[in-house]
């Protein structure tokens, strides 16, 4: 086998969900959401660029020199997001064959390669206004000022990925066919080194490192590896060009582009064997979880460069784009697939369950770009939107978020020699090869409400393997794997694990419950991990949220929004006496536990609020939110020993 990971994921496409919490959304996201992402790319012009740069082209090898078009759209990247919705729609077709959006994608695909240069050059924004730049961001000449914001290589990393989805969907070349087109004028022009640029906007490392996987052609692993080296020193922190990327030990600048950079450093060195790189991406994500990480999972706190911030500094009101939390999530996966330590996939688990979800309405078509861990009720902060928007001129989020949340089941198991990971819990059908032998894994739960689940483990024949199935750090009194949030009652009742029935002791390994047996048709392992709601504090140095507190319960977060508490959360004052209840219910939210806590000191007396999922904020129209809590020590007197 070519080198890779030592740890090789289950695909998304051999596990399907089928019940519970993520098929509802998942559901949303291919009847609502892609078809909804469709139309905004049509109606906005994104794809009318494509027809502008093609038309440009045409005429000019008819003869007309002169003739140009000028885009319908504002940036330089909206070809991306065309990109990242094919994606989508191609782990939708996976999921649930849809031959009119096929044939669809294929209209698409056809406009995209009229607008390829012959030489493979594609970037809508100079093909169809060639003779003079028709955007600042925009050099008179190719890649020039890709370092800085053309995004021409970030748009390519987008389409390299959406070709090989498209492939691996349908089996059909053409998408994937413009991409090796790109691609070998990429190695044409940053193949022998001279040319130095470094990209701007990461994302073409793991776009080319998947085409390397695809084609098994080492140019692609070796054109990432060039664009990686061409960093540093000297240039902007923004874009994390400070420091060469192995000399680089805290995650800095736009925190989009740095979670890409660390995940594409980790495909490169899984692939081509650059061990510096791993020990680069250890350092920034011990940085990132120990200083730097929202209680949402969320990333990117500051609104000025969209970017990372200094240790500790984390506050409330902050940016967290949803990317960002995407971006995380494919950096942690990655680091998963190196160490095998369920703490990266904890971080996983926390931020898709809280700072990624809540970047798209329970209805599919309403979005946040930055997810604030509080919000005063009125702020136009979700670009230029109060609440959540229907699209965004600058639409990098939804669409995104739209291709993630398709393919989410290819982070439930991973497979390493004869051990099968079980990392995500959801209702659903999967299957993996372990030891040589296929086996089939059932999962019934209804996580993440309620942390009893089943799995039935059915191979084809009696086959010894380990299964290691993760017990979350929230399990084992550990929010996120650091001091950085801690419960403030650390004792947290034990998880229970039983084996075709019997209580089964499993020793604990790197955040999983070791089971080594051999296993047989209809196998049942029952794993029942207590979710009793914990309040939170953070580290002391965390200055937004010094004498606050913030519930939890599983991997949910929870916020307390005023619409339905008719005082806004910063009037409310948490006190020793406050108790939290759970409470299943379905209504407006969906099918969620909300919380009732008990004796919040209120401006006139204390009285019972209600805490609701994080991630659904927002559903019920505008009110003011907070995921931390004003705490006192004083039952009666609440405000004095803040
Ligand atoms: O630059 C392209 C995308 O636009 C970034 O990833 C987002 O943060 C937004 O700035
Ligand atoms: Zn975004």
Same mark, same amino acid.
């Given at each position: 086998?070519?080198?890779?990971y030592?740890i090789?994921p289950v695909?998304f496409?051999?596990v399907?969900i089928?019940?519970?919490f993520w098929?509802?959304r ?233 979670n890409y950079?660390y995940a594409?450093?980790a ?14 991406i250890?350092?920034?994500w011990?940085?990132v979880v120990?200083?730097?990480l929202s209680l949402t999972g969320g990333v ?20 967290n784009?949803t990317c960002a939390a995407i971006a995380l999530m494919l950096w942690a996966h990655r680091m998963f697939l190196f160490t095998g330590d369920a703490a990266h996939v904890d971080v996983i688990e926390r931020t898709a369950c809280n700072g990624f979800i809540s970047g ?11 997810n ?28 995104n978020l739209?291709r993630t949340l398709?393919a989410l089941t290819g982070w439930f198991y991973a ?6 990971y079980v990392n995500f819990y959801a ?20 996580y993440p ?19 290691r199935?993760r017990i979350p750090g929230w399990a084992?009194?550990r929010p996120v794997p650091s001091?950085?949030?801690?419960? !403030?009652?650390? %004792? *947290?009742? #034990?998880?229970? &694990? @039983? ?11 790197a955040g999983y ?41 599983g991997p949910v977060v ?57 991630a659904?904020?927002?559903? !019920?129209?505008? %009110? *003011?939110? #907070?995921?931390? &809590? @004003? ?12």
């Amino acid at each position: 086998m070519p080198a890779d990971y030592p740890i090789r994921p289950v695909p998304f496409t051999a596990v399907r969900i089928t019940g519970g919490f993520w098929h509802t959304r998942q559901q949303v996201n291919l009847r609502v959401t892609v078809p909804y992402a469709i139309k905004q790319c049509e109606d906005t012009g994104r794809l009318t660029n494509f027809d502008l740069a093609a038309e440009t082209l045409r005429r000019r090898a008819a003869g007309e020199s002169t003739f140009q078009n000028k885009p319908v759209t504002i940036y330089p990247f909206d070809d991306s997001d065309v990109f990242k919705v094919m994606e989508g729609i191609a782990y939708a077709l996976h999921v649930q064959p849809d031959p009119a959006l096929e044939a669809r994608l294929d209209g698409w695909i056809a406009r995209i390669a009229a607008a390829q240069e012959p030489d493979g050059y594609l970037y809508t924004f100079r093909t169809m206004h060639p003779d003079t730049p028709v955007h600042d961001w925009i050099a008179p000449e190719r890649w020039r000022k890709d370092p800085d914001l053309s995004h021409e290589l970030y748009n390519l990393g987008h389409l390299y990925e959406a070709g090989v989805a498209h492939f691996q969907a349908t089996g059909k070349r053409t998408l994937l066919d413009v991409c090796l087109k790109s691609a070998e004028l990429v190695w044409r022009d940053f193949g022998d080194r001279r040319l130095r640029i470094a990209p701007g906007h990461q994302v073409i490392e793991m776009g080319l490192a998947k085409l390397h996987r695809v084609t098994g052609d080492p140019r692609w692993l070796e054109l990432a590896r060039i664009f990686l080296e061409a960093r540093g020193p000297g240039g902007p922190e923004y874009s994390q060009q400070h420091l060469p990327v192995t000399g680089q030990a805290a995650a800095v600048g736009h925190a989009v582009r740095a979670n890409y950079m660390y995940a594409g450093m980790a495909d490169v060195a899984a692939l081509g064997g650059d061990a510096a790189y791993v020990e680069a991406i250890r350092r920034i994500w011990d940085n990132v979880v120990t200083r730097k990480l929202s209680l949402t999972g969320g990333v990117g706190p500051i609104q000025h460069g969209e970017a990372y911030g200094a240790d500790y500094e984390l506050p409330n009101a902050c940016y967290n784009e949803t990317c960002a939390a995407i971006a995380l999530m494919l950096w942690a996966h990655r680091m998963f697939l190196f160490t095998g330590d369920a703490a990266h996939v904890d971080v996983i688990e926390r931020t898709a369950c809280n700072g990624f979800i809540s970047g798209v309405s329970l209805s599919g078509d309403r979005f946040f770009y930055p997810n604030p861990l509080a919000y005063d009720g009125a702020a136009k902060n979700n670009h230029d939107h109060a609440g959540r928007a229907p699209w965004f001129g600058c639409a990098c989020c939804p669409p995104n978020l739209m291709r993630t949340l398709a393919a989410l089941t290819g982070w439930f198991y991973a497979v390493r020699d004869a051990s099968l990971y079980v990392n995500f819990y959801a209702t659903s059908e999967g299957a993996a090869e372990v030891a040589g032998t296929g086996v089939r894994l059932t999962q019934a739960t209804e996580y993440p409400w309620d942390g009893r689940i089943r799995l039935t483990v059915d191979p084809a024949r009696p086959v010894a393997f380990t299964l290691r199935l993760r017990i979350p750090g929230w399990a084992q009194g550990r929010p996120v794997p650091s001091d950085l949030y801690a419960y !403030r009652d650390p %004792a *947290p009742p #034990a998880w229970v &694990l @039983r084996v075709g029935g019997q209580a089964w002791a499993a020793p604990l390994e790197a955040g999983y419950a070791v089971i080594a047996r051999e296993w047989r048709a209809g196998d049942t392992v029952e794993l029942d991990l207590p979710m009793p709601v914990h309040a939170v504090r953070g580290h002391p140095r965390v200055e937004a949220v010094r004498g606050a507190v913030a519930f939890e319960r599983g991997p949910v977060v929870y916020a307390v929004e005023g619409e339905v508490n008719r005082t806004a959360p910063a009037g409310l004052t948490v006190t020793p006496r406050t108790r939290a209840r759970a409470h299943r219910q379905r209504g407006p939210l969906g099918d969620v536990v909300t919380l009732v806590l008990d004796a919040v000191a209120a401006p006139a007396q204390p009285r019972p609020v209600t805490a609701i999922p994080y991630a659904v904020w927002n559903n !019920r129209g505008l %009110a *003011p939110m #907070a995921v931390w &809590l @004003r705490a006192s020590q004083s039952p009666t007197d609440p405000v004095k020993d803040l």
